[in-house]
């Protein structure tokens, strides 16, 4: 079992569709987020803008990050224990912003960081990259639950994005956020339409 200190803890953002709705994914995430805020204490920092289905131009009236956050305010969760970030649109921003905004001013050197399990090995490389050697980050992944139908093709995804996200950090220096922000402006995270998979059944 890990043990937290007095810490913050990061819950990444999964999506929320028209109607304001967190996805499953994101609820199971801020689910486990409350157990370690249980056995642990510390903050929560929710993170999100909108969802990649929205339209710039016509946003909607809430953003994942405060859907978040009242979902942790039902679940009895003071508002003083909970941050909000409402502006990243991706992983590299939310690091950015987690890092920048939160832990530096503070001067907090260690976090944990809620995603999903199929989601670990990009987050963990894109928080590593800018948060650097000098501060301990805890990953903890919740499980996906998949058919083995939707199992390949869901991981091949990730894996492609794993890939787009080291090839745009390959030159940032460890802890570089600077760095790593400005090369997350330009990002193309578009995948092809079709997108060659492995059985899993």
Known sequence: MITFHTMIIIVLGSGIDKKGRLSKETVKRLKEAHEIYQKSGGVFLVTGKYSFSFDEKNPPSFTEAQTMANHLEKLDIKKEDILIDEESKDTVFSAYI????????????????????????????????????????????????????????????????????????EEVEEGDHEEARKKALNADYS?????DYKKTC
């Open 191 to 195: 995948l092809p339409k079709d997108i």
């Open 98 to 169: 987690a890092k920048t905004k939160h832990l530096m001013p503070q001067n907090k050197k260690e976090a944990v960081v809620v995603t999903s399990d199929t989601h670990l090995n990009r987050i963990e490389h894109i928080f590593s990259k800018v948060f650097g050697d000098d501060y301990k980050l805890n990953f903890v992944g919740t499980p996906t639950i998949l058919s083995c139908g939707n199992k390949g093709i869901v991981m091949a995804k990730q894996n492609m994005l794993t890939q787009k996200a080291m090839k745009l950090l």
